[in-house]
């Protein structure tokens, strides 16, 4: 695993906008090497934020759009459509807009899916999905993504994993079913750490005042029980990606000078 590098960023518009510059950067680079790409979306105002600056970008073009592939982090297990699902939320803010491969999209059960209302089922299920995806090269269940993105939440949380409830417990299981989330909806898909430690590079998502405590918390040696975010680490790379205030309670030896 990787130490966290910082990037602090003047406020959350510039934030997005930067790291949509990153993340258009970072698939052509893996088009360029392996043919396609991989990314795992989170949904949030951060996540939404950064692909709705990503769909504003000249530089969107750039992307061969058909040779990606998109999984999330977690979902709300809510039905088709719903408002409150990220999934829905994406289509919104950019997948609506540009030239996917629908068999690449890979999006997390809905609760009036196959499985019906069992949370349990939906999370095996893409479990499996994953693992049809993996390659002997990813020496695991899940596909080496080449960028999972996670939004920090206030209590620490990432993708679904929430302190101290069982799912940020699981060592074993890559997908794991939630319930009794204190963030509604109570019931939940989520990635577990270990396949969000598969990923070639994770990037943390944190800005506002309201997320500053948390940040704090995540960057200072806190454990992954009591704060999942100090848990999220890719194999190459872990890059925290805030605005001023969110990271107003580090200290600057943290994040260098420079950081625009």
């Known amino acids: 695993m990787t130490a966290p590098q910082v990037v602090v960023h003047r406020d959350k518009e510039l934030m997005a906008q930067a790291a949509a ?20 979306l989170t949904g949030g105002r951060n996540g939404n934020g950064l692909l709705a600056a990503l769909g504003a970008s000249p530089a969107r073009d750039a992307v061969d ?31 609506d807009a540009v030239e996917l491969d629908p068999a690449r999209v890979h999006a997390m059960p809905a ?70 989330a204190p963030k509604p909806p109570p019931v939940r898909i989520s990635l577990t ?24 918390i995540a960057l200072s040696g806190a454990g992954e029980l009591q704060a999942p975010a100090a848990g999220a680490r890719g194999r190459r790379r872990t890059l925290w990606l805030l605005d001023r205030a969110a990271a107003a309670g580090l200290p600057r030896e943290l994040y260098p000078p420079a950081s625009p």
């Open 193 to 216: 750490l270990p396949a969000i430690r598969a990923a070639r590079e994770v990037w943390l998502l944190a800005a506002g005042e309201d997320k500053a405590k948390a940040v704090t």
């Open 65 to 95: 759009w058909s040779r990606l592939d998109l999984w999330w982090g977690d979902e709300r297990f809510l039905p088709e459509g719903h408002a409150d699902r990220n999934v829905t939320q994406a289509r919104e803010a950019l997948l």
């Open 111 to 180: 609760s009036d899916g196959p499985q019906g209302g069992d949370v349990d089922a939906a999370a095996e299920a893409y479990a499996a999905e994953l693992a049809r995806a993996a390659r002997p090269e990813n020496h695991g269940a899940v596909p080496s993504f080449d960028v999972l993105l996670l939004g920090v939440g206030p209590d620490t949380h990432v993708a679904s994993l929430f302190p101290e409830l069982p799912a940020v417990r699981e060592t074993e299981r890559m997908v794991v079913g939630v319930r009794g």
């Open 21 to 40: 510059a990153r993340l258009i950067t970072k698939i052509v680079d893996a088009q360029a090497a392996r043919g396609s790409a991989s990314v795992v």
